[in-house]
């Protein structure tokens, strides 16, 4: 059955509005955590070292997941199958991390109710940990069609000639640069609140 011809395909639409939606989310955050600082005088808080090596990891699975759409471009079975893993691999490991992170900053004796701007780092951290989990299921989803689905020749230029599914790794994409490029602003958001104090 042949897909219905859009200008712009409602699922782009819809991950539109939803990144719009987690933008508004967390610089409405952001934006509460310096008025609150200024308008209380709040000393900010250290965020724990591994927040930065977390960073590479989130960046390597946007490398991995950007190199795997290329070799889905270039019908190349394996590397894409190898390019899924890998991603998953390192965002399962930032996530293992970030929860080291945490206990860190627990064993600085910075909990959640320690004060009002590490309750915000808490927040929008955990907030940004429950996005890159909700990526997850489709991750996994492209790497069991993968391995189910490209078994002989002609299953291969079937999976690799399906727009749905092109569409979707690229809608994955663009969610997964996002969270990216979302962490970033995070790491570099709090590093400069605690630098002027």
Do not use: C
């Not at 780092?121 to 989990?133: D, M, Q």
């Not at 979707?168 to 995070?186: K, P, R």
């Not at 709090?190 to 630098?195: D, E, P």
């Amino acid at each position: 059955m042949q897909e219905k011809k859009y200008i712009i395909h409602p699922q782009y639409i819809v991950m539109t509005l939803v990144l719009f939606a987690v933008t508004a989310l967390f610089l409405g955050f952001s934006g509460a955590y310096l008025y609150n600082r200024i308008q209380q005088g709040l000393q900010p808080v250290s965020i724990p070292s591994l927040f930065y090596y977390n960073s590479v990891l989130l960046l390597g699975s946007s490398f991995t997941l950007w190199k795997a759409s290329n070799s889905y471009k270039e019908d190349h079975t394996k590397n894409f199958r190898l390019y899924l893993s890998l991603t998953l691999v390192l965002t399962i490991g930032f996530l293992i991390a970030q929860y080291f992170a945490w206990g860190q900053m627990l064993n600085d004796n910075i909990g959640i109710t320690h004060s009002t701007m590490a309750s915000y780092l808490y927040l929008i951290s955990g907030l940004h940990f429950a996005h890159v989990i909700a990526g997850i299921p489709f991750l996994v989803y492209f790497l069991i069609e993968a391995h189910r689905k490209m078994k002989s020749p002609v299953t291969v230029l079937l999976y690799f000639s399906d727009p749905a599914k092109k569409r979707v790794l690229n809608l994955l994409n663009i969610y997964w640069h996002f969270l990216d490029g979302l962490w970033i602003y995070l790491i570099i958001f709090f590093l400069v609140n605690y630098l002027i104090k």
